[in-house]
């Protein structure tokens, strides 16, 4: 990765493309320490335990800390993607028709999510803000009412927005996906703290008789992340290689041609879908908390959508299984697929062409997103488990959801980065 990295940097176009990308990542930063006006950012710290505050945090980069302008995060721009795709599976007629149009139709489903995500983030943030300022004993809003709460709905509306564009900004002139690269560089901007937060909670604040327990547990905790870092590359590079073959020799065709499917298909979309789609009902409860935390549903619906209980732990791996194999279908269409390989003179040997191609392939998407979805599961359920059940910190909960954040996105770009290498390389070739 590191050289590739080097490599990368001895391109000029490449090199543009790195250095635009870090410059729209440190605007993304900098608008995370600009706390809303009118707010009290440190009432924050009195609202107590809830599983809202460290997942909002996680998908805004801890913008939610001191109540930035980028509080909301991108969370509002992927529900409104979750829902425009769910819509399009045959719900929405105009929807389908778009979806068949190309870059046309691509573009017009962008802009129906933008219109989406306004609502949103507009109806979420005002949520938000007025759940944290009851829940907050010193008072979040400086003067709650009603115009209050609507001027700061529309500031962190307006960052959700900047925050899209900078991210469609990295997608069309940058390195890889926009949104997962502002969660990636949010993640990674608190590891710093996360980080002095353990070490003095297991080290430097414990007493002399704990502070070898305490070296211990960080010295097992890092031994646990290099090994999950492992297991994650390993699972996320492998792929099943599906042989083609061409009813025509073409010029310069290879031997030995296949179809690569990965294993995890999804890639880390499906864990920030989940993330994302868990906050609007935590968000909708928060409103009715004042005046109704005592009755039966609010607390069997607060225990269901709650990241510290079991319960939420499980509607939250649930989702995350949900969205592998809904993504994965996204990702590759068998449909289109099979109408490829046929335009292209080329099969599946023992398989026949079009329908039997198109069956065969979501069979086998079918099995991959199945061990795809154990994997992302497994990995964001155990780390929430331990801070349920053992005591951690809720910051090692959700580390393995950050993980795989990161190492996901982290394996894409290296893969672009790889891929735009090679281009260079081809097209000095041919000139």
């Known amino acids: 990765m590191l050289n590739t990295l080097r490599n990368a940097f001895k391109v000029k176009e490449i090199r543009s493309k790195i250095l635009f990308t870090l410059g729209v990542l440190i605007v993304y930063r900098l608008g995370a320490q600009i706390t809303v006006p009118g707010v009290n950012a440190a009432a924050l710290t009195k609202v107590g335990a809830t599983g809202l505050i460290p997942l909002l945090d996680t998908v805004s980069g801890g913008g939610l800390a001191n109540y930035s302008i980028f509080s909301m995060g991108v969370s509002p721009f992927i529900t409104a993607q979750i829902v425009i795709q769910l819509l399009q599976m045959d719900i929405v007629p105009k929807f389908v028709e778009w979806s068949k149009q190309g870059e046309?139709?691509?573009?017009?489903?962008?802009?129906?999510?933008?219109?989406?995500t306004i609502i949103l983030s507009f109806?979420?943030?005002?949520?938000?803000?007025?759940?944290?300022?009851?829940?907050?004993?010193?008072?979040?809003?400086?003067?709650?009412?009603?115009?209050?709460?609507?001027?700061?709905?529309?500031?962190?509306?307006?960052?959700?927005?900047?925050?899209?564009?900078?991210?469609?900004?990295?997608?069309?002139k940058g390195l890889g996906n926009g949104v997962s690269m502002i969660i990636f560089a949010g993640i990674i901007a608190r590891l710093p703290s996360g980080l002095k937060q353990i070490v003095q909670e297991h080290i430097l604040n414990a007493?002399?008789?704990?502070?070898?327990?305490?070296?211990?547990?960080?010295?097992?905790?890092?031994?646990?992340?290099?090994?999950?870092?492992?297991?994650?590359?390993?699972?996320?590079?492998?792929?099943?290689?599906?042989?083609?073959?061409?009813?025509?020799r073409e010029a310069g065709a290879g031997e030995n041609s296949?179809?690569?499917?990965?294993?995890?298909?999804?890639?880390?979309?499906?864990?920030?879908?989940?993330?994302?789609?868990?906050m609007t009902p935590q968000t909708i409860l928060m409103a009715f908390q004042a005046s109704h935390s005592e009755d039966t549903w609010f607390q069997v619906l607060s225990n269901i959508f709650s990241m510290q209980t079991m319960t939420g732990s499980i509607v939250y791996t649930v989702?995350?299984?949900?969205?592998?194999?809904?993504?994965?279908?996204?990702?590759?269409?068998?449909?289109?697929?099979?109408?490829?390989?046929?335009?292209?003179?080329?099969?599946?040997p023992g398989v026949w062409p079009g329908k039997g191609t198109e069956k065969y392939l979501s069979g086998v998407l079918m099995r991959l997103s199945t061990?795809?979805?154990?994997?992302?599961?497994?990995?964001?359920?155990?780390?929430?488990?331990?801070?349920?059940?053992?005591g951690l910190p809720q910051s090692i909960g959700l580390g393995g959801t950050s993980l795989l954040i990161v190492v996901g996105v982290a394996l894409e770009s290296t893969r672009q980065l790889e891929?735009?290498?090679?281009?260079?390389?081809?097209?000095?070739?041919?000139r």
């Open 104 to 116: 046309v139709g691509r573009r017009k489903l962008n802009q129906v999510t933008r219109y989406l």
């Open 123 to 172: 109806i979420q943030s005002i949520g938000i803000t007025a759940g944290f300022n009851s829940l907050s004993q010193m008072g979040l809003v400086k003067d709650p009412s009603i115009k209050t709460f609507v001027s700061i709905g529309i500031i962190l509306t307006g960052g959700t927005m900047l925050i899209t564009w900078l991210g469609e900004q990295i997608t069309d």
């Open 207 to 248: 007493k002399a008789a704990d502070m070898w327990k305490g070296i211990l547990f960080v010295v097992v905790l890092i031994v646990a992340v290099i090994a999950i870092v492992i297991f994650v590359t390993w699972v996320q590079q492998a792929n099943r290689k599906i042989p083609i073959q061409y009813t025509r």
């Open 258 to 278: 296949y179809l690569p499917l990965k294993v995890n298909v999804a890639g880390v979309i499906p864990v920030i879908f989940a993330s994302s789609f868990i």
């Open 319 to 348: 989702l995350i299984v949900l969205f592998t194999f809904f993504y994965a279908f996204v990702q590759v269409n068998p449909e289109k697929v099979a109408e490829n390989l046929t335009k292209q003179g080329s099969y599946i």
């Open 371 to 390: 061990v795809g979805a154990l994997f992302l599961g497994v990995i964001a359920l155990l780390p929430q488990l331990a801070a349920n059940l053992g």
């Open 419 to 430: 891929g735009l290498l090679m281009k260079r390389k081809y097209v000095g070739f041919i």
